[in-house]
């Protein structure tokens, strides 16, 4: 029972580390691309 509960407080460590770099790498991108449309409207502007 005992390593039961280990394995599954393993598990549990795993899954929450997985969810929380997978947040962080789509909040990266959409960074990254919140930038780029930003860097785009500035340059449309100046070429008004």
């Not at 280990?6 to 960074?31: M, S, T």
Request: glycine letters at 6%.
């Amino acid at each position: 029972m005992r390593t039961l509960l280990i394995i599954a407080g393993i598990l549990l460590v795993l899954v929450v580390n997985f969810v929380l770099y997978c947040c962080i790498r789509v909040g990266a991108k959409e960074d990254r691309l919140l930038e780029n449309h930003r860097k785009e409207q500035i340059d449309a502007g100046r070429s008004e």
